[in-house]
Structures are given as structure tokens and as C-alpha cells.
């Protein structure tokens, strides 16, 4: 049996939805799934024992801050990011792209690579397919993706083009030099909000989807609409017999849109960020604890979850925890959002299997107020 490979349990008849498992060497994720990010080999502000009682099936790294500190070699050396990290559950490291182009000081794009400096110290890297692919390779996920070059929102056709197309030459070039059979090389869907260069890019990639497909640059800032419209799509021309994960997006509306459009897997560091900020996901809609009204509030954040946070704690001492810098006030509320999104992508599953999934897409909006576009 491969360590790798999908099965697909049931598609709702009445929209894209698709309820999954996912098999890697480090165990099955049903899918959809929500990954949380541990950016720096960590998911900010909670315990890996934590996110396994959160129910959290598999989590992201980040190639690039791990290749700048503390450097992909010493992971390898470490045993592999599941030994230095401690989590023997699944792994997906990104390819490092998106960061080298957002948040490098200087960059400079060439077909052959990327030269850059770095946003630390401002020394000089060059990454280019071949050395991202060894970069993963050392890091050890399980699921490892593709370098790329994601243009930003906002970007003409012909820059959208010329980095849809370096995309696809860096993928073959990927392709090659990834030799692990023990971790699965996902390519990146690009062509930014240009409907016919994603369908190239699409059609383009698929020879080189073996386990999954990545689609990357949306979420960069467009409207939600805009973002919908390109799933729209894609949709009816996926490979049906692997799993499709769309890269940073991560807020309940967006989850639930997209698993509408046949997305299996998500990412997103909002999470965790709007915790450390004060700000719970529930499934009454977004609640800002820091807010004063929320002073002499002594109810759980949800009456729905049972994550530590809510079993155990008031929004009033969330409000208090956060208002007077306490670590842990960020900690409570990312376990709980944490918890919260992966719930809501176990509920969706449940509601596809059940074929009740376009109910549940009424109900979640009726409940939490959600825009809907």
C-alpha cells in the first residue's frame, strides 16, 4: 500500500463539498481539514498536546523562516521537523515562496531563481527550485509543496502570465529533484485573478499532481466575490482522486465557502493572530473580548465548544487577561480558535456525509452573521 493516497468517501450532490481521508506515513486526515501554522516550527501560543485535544490532524511549517533560523541542516541533524518539534502527527512545510517574496528586504527574480536579502539581517540567499526541494527535503514533512512565484493582487496579465508560466518551469524543475518517496510533493495552481491563465495553469500542473494539488495566490487581498469566482472555475476540472488545498485562506466564511467549492484543505495563521489581538471565532460570530461591555460577562466564549478555554473560563476573565498583557489570555483564545475551526471543518464533514451540507451552510450563516456574498 503506498503511504500516500486518498480516498474519496462522499461528494455532495448538490455543491462541490467532498468528505475524504487522506493517508500519509504519519497518519489519516479526514478531510476537509483545517492545518493551523506553526510558522517557526511552533503553532503560536499552544502546546502540541493541546492542539491534539483541539483535534488538529495536521499542522503547516514555514520553509523559508526555518531555512533562516535555525537553518533546514540542523532540523535534519535534529531527526526531522516531527522529532525537533516533538509532533509525530502530519507535517506540510510550504515552499518557502511566498515569504521570499513578501517579506525579503530586496528580491530579485530571475528565471533561474530568487536572489534576496534576508528580512533579519539583511544578508544575501539565493533559493532557486532545486535548493527549495532540498530545503524541504531536510526539513522532513510529509507533505512538501512546490516552489512558486505568487504575483500579487492587482498585478496585469502579462506579470500574471510571466509568473504563472516561471511557475510552471520551476514545477518541472521540482519535480525532479524531489527523490523522497517518503514525503508528497504538491504543485501550486497560479495565474492570479486571470480566469484563463488559472485554467492553463491548471491543465499545465495536473501531469505533476501525484498526491494533491496546491492553488495558491488567492486571499492576497482581492474581494471575496473575486476569489469565489476563480474557485468557481477550477472547480469542474480538478482531478477527482487527491486532495485540493487552498493555500492561506482561513476565516469560518471563507472555510465554508471553499469546502462548498470542493477545497479539502486550508491554512491560515488568522487563528492564532486574532487571539493574541482578542478575538474569539465562535459559532455566534466573531467576539472582541478586549471590548469593555464584555466586562461583567461571566459566560463561556461559546456555549458550543468544549476547548479548555470555554469550560473553564468567562469572557470577562478572557477580557481582563487580555486587557492587562497576560500571555495567557492569547493562549486561552488561540486553543479556543484553534478548536472552533476544527469543529467547524468535522461538522461540515459530517453534514456531507449525512447529505445536509447545504442546510448547514444556511445555518452557519444564520447563526453567526456572517457576510454573505
Known amino acids: 500500500m503506498k503511504p500516500f493516497y486518498y480516498e474519496l468517501i462522499k461528494q455532495d450532490e448538490r455543491t462541490g463539498a467532498r468528505a475524504g481521508i487522506l493517508h500519509t506515513p504519519h497518519g489519516d486526515i479526514l478531510t476537509p481539514t483545517y492545518m493551523p501554522v506553526g510558522t517557526q516550527a511552533t503553532v503560536k501560543g499552544i502546546m502540541p498536546k493541546d492542539l491534539l485535544e483541539a483535534k488538529s490532524q495536521i499542522i503547516l511549517a514555514n520553509t523559508y523562516h526555518l531555512y533562516m533560523r535555525p537553518g533546514d541542516e540542523l532540523v535534519k541533524n535534529a531527526g526531522g521537523l516531527h522529532k525537533f518539534m516533538a509532533w509525530d502527527k502530519p507535517i506540510l512545510t510550504d515552499s518557502g515562496g511566498f515569504q521570499v517574496f513578501s517579506l525579503a528586504k530586496l528580491n530579485k527574480i530571475k528565471d533561474e531563481g530568487v536572489y534576496f536579502n534576508s528580512h533579519i539581517d539583511g544578508s544575501l540567499h539565493f533559493i532557486d527550485p532545486e535548493k527549495a526541494i532540498s530545503i524541504e527535503n531536510n526539513l522532513g514533512a510529509d507533505i512538501i509543496m512546490a516552489f512558486d512565484q505568487c504575483s500579487p493582487y492587482g498585478a496585469n496579465y502579462e506579470q500574471s502570465k510571466t509568473a504563472m508560466e516561471r511557475t510552471l518551469k520551476w514545477l518541472d524543475r521540482c519535480y525532479n ?197
Not at 469565489?228 to 485562506?249: A, C, F, K, Q, W
Not at 471563507?254 to 492564532?272: H, P, Q, S, W, Y
Open 177 to 373: 529533484a524531489h527523490k523522497n518517496e517518503n514525503q508528497a510533493l504538491f504543485p501550486i495552481v497560479q495565474g492570479n485573478m486571470y480566469k484563463d491563465l488559472r485554467l492553463l495553469s491548471l491543465k499545465e500542473t495536473m501531469p505533476y499532481a501525484k498526491y494533491g494539488i496546491g492553488i495558491g495566490g488567492l486571499s492576497v487581498g482581492e474581494p471575496k466575490p473575486i476569489m469565489y469566482e476563480i474557485m468557481d472555475t477550477l472547480l469542474p476540472h480538478y482531478p477527482e482522486n487527491m486532495p485540493r488545498y487552498l493555500m492561506g485562506v482561513g476565516s469560518p466564511d471563507c472555510l465554508v465557502e471553499g469546502v462548498k467549492r470542493g477545497i479539502d484543505m486550508f491554512d491560515c495563521v488568522l487563528a492564532t493572530r486574532i487571539a493574541r489581538n482578542g478575538t474569539a471565532l465562535t459559532s455566534r460570530g466573531k467576539i472582541v473580548v478586549r471590548n469593555g461591555v464584555y466586562k461583567e460577562d461571566f459566560t463561556p466564549l461559546d456555549p458550543e465548544c468544549d476547548c479548555y478555554a470555554c469550560k473553564n473560563y468567562t469572557k470577562a476573565y478572557l477580557r481582563h487577561m487580555v486587557n492587562v498583557g497576560e500571555m495567557m489570555g492569547g493562549m486561552l483564545l488561540s486553543l479556543h480558535n484553534v478548536t472552533y475551526l476544527n469543529k467547524l471543518m468535522s461538522d461540515m464533514r459530517n453534514a456531507i456525509l449525512q447529505d445536509s451540507f447545504t442546510e448547514f451552510v444556511e445555518e452557519f450563516y444564520a447563526k453567526t452573521g456572517e457576510k454573505r456574498f
